[in-house]
Nanobody
Framework: QVQLVESGGGLVQAGGSLRLSCKAS????????MGWYRQAPGKQRELVAT???????NYADSVKGRFTISRDNAKNTEYLQMNSLKPEDTAVYYC?????????????WGQGTQVTVSS
């Protein structure tokens, strides 16, 4: 059984910063790609950023230059540093990871953490 647990969401003023964390635990053999997605009210879930096991990254145009994704493979944890936050960044943020567990690869999701940016 594999779990992803997020932390670090909250309420922040526009221009502020937050750091999200997501720790994977359970029967994990290896973790491949990891990522962050978000879903605002009334909108579809969208990609925010991804990071490969070797460290290459990919960002949505809307967050480039403001958000930084990183990971600590020894801790099975990924992070999302969010700077210069805008009200339009308000959403529930979900972490995601491609994990090999008991011989099979599957995508796993965290429970979501609310980020609210006030103007």
């Amino acid at each position: 059984q594999v779990q992803l647990v997020e932390s670090g969401g909250g309420l922040v003023q526009a221009g502020g910063s937050l750091r999200l964390s997501c720790k994977a635990s359970g029967s994990i053999f290896s973790i491949d790609d990891m990522g962050w997605y978000r879903q605002a009210p009334g909108k579809q879930r969208e990609l925010v950023a991804t990071i490969a096991s070797a460290g290459s990254t990919n960002y949505a145009d809307s967050v480039k230059g403001r958000f930084t994704i990183s990971r600590d493979n020894a801790k099975n944890t990924e992070y999302l540093q969010m700077n210069s936050l805008k009200p339009e960044d308000t959403a529930v943020y979900y972490c995601n990871a491609l994990i090999k567990s008991r011989g099979f690869y599957n995508y796993y999701w965290g429970q979501g953490t609310q980020v609210t940016v006030s103007s």
